[in-house]
């Protein structure tokens, strides 16, 4: 096991027990980044668009896996937020997919999920993603994973001379206003009622 397995994994388990493997700190990576967020709820797009909005990331959204693998592949994300369950292609399947493409394989990739198993699965399997994110999250839980990302050296550090951009996106303030603050999975979605996903390691 690596080292970002180890931090990933002690940290996972810290979490389990109720405490985290650090205090929640808002440490940033580059301004202006490109984050793509990969889930088939609306909801959990809008929400975590806003979020990283909000930090002054750029969002780019895909709601299936086909769309998440070509955006990946032309837009070389700085991070991926991956969600698990899926229809059609699920989330173990496009991280699969990015990991052995040459173009896409070194993005970090965090994977999210409101089903239990998945959670289990990730654990015990490790996949080849670099964080695990639960639903129902809010902002200290993407900041966090972002912050310790960049204490790993997976994502670069903000260089914190340079001017906070106020520009939010495309989206205006009052878009913004609109979207609630914590990540809910949509009434009725896949998320919490799926059956559990066939286990596939990552070579």
Known sequence: MDGL????GIGFIKRLLGGHAVEPQHVQT??????LV????????????KMLSQDGY????AAD???????ARSEL????????VMPGMNGFSVLRALRHDPATRDIPIIMISGNQQATEQFYLQRYGADDFMKKPFDRDDVYERIG?????????????????NTLLSA??????DGIPDIAMPDAGTPGTTEAPLPLHRVA
Do not use: Y
């Open 65 to 71: 896996g086909a769309a998440a693998i070509e955006l």
């Open 30 to 35: 580059t301004q202006g980044a490109r984050m």
């Open 148 to 164: 310790s990302l960049v204490a790993a050296g997976r994502l670069p550090a903000r260089d914190t001379s340079v001017a906070e």
């Open 77 to 84: 994300p700085a991070l991926i937020f991956l969600d698990v």
């Open 38 to 49: 990969v889930d088939d709820s609306p909801t959990i797009c809008a929400v975590l668009g």
């Open 5 to 8: 397995a180890r931090i990933s």
């Open 171 to 176: 989206l205006s303030a009052e878009a913004l």
């Open 58 to 61: 750029h969002p780019l959204k």
